[in-house]
Nanobody, 126 residues
Framework: QVQLVESGGGSVQAGGSLRLSCAASRSTYEYYCMGWFRQAPGKEREGVATIDIDSVGTTSYADSVKGRFTISQDNAKNTLYLQMNSLKPEDTAMYYC??????????????????WGQGTQVTVSS
């Protein structure tokens, strides 16, 4: 069973930083793609950042967060992180950790994710 537990959301002023964490079981962490998505009120859920589970660990980001957000992992803790810097009011959303089966070769496009955490709210004020 895939269980994902997010933490680290909160309220911050524009320009500030937050780090989100997602704890998963060892089996999930080792064999599933993991990534971050977000959903703002009245909008569809969108992919924010993903990391492949191939040997390279290729990362992918939404254009809107490139250069500001960084996805990373702590293998010893089975934890996925999202470091968010230079936050903007438009980053306000519920952020979800997600997991899904990888494609052949270990790639993790945003379409493979089908397991979701409970979400953590991020609010950025101007």
């Amino acid at each position: 069973q895939v269980q994902l537990v997010e933490s680290g959301g909160g309220s911050v002023q524009a320009g500030g930083s937050l780090r989100l964490s997602c704890a998963a079981s060892r089996s999930t962490y080792e064999y599933y793609c993991m990534g971050w998505f977000r959903q703002a009120p009245g909008k569809e859920r969108e992919g924010v950042a993903t990391i492949d589970i191939d040997s390279v660990g290729t990362t992918s980001y939404a254009d809107s967060v490139k250069g500001r957000f960084t996805i990373s992992q702590d293998n010893a803790k089975n934890t996925l992180y999202l470091q968010m810097n230079s936050l903007k009011p438009e980053d306000t959303a519920m952020y979800y950790c997600a997991a899904g089966p990888p494609r052949y070769g270990g790639s993790c496009p945003m379409t493979v994710y089908n397991y979701w955490g409970q979400g953590t709210q991020v609010t950025v004020s101007s």
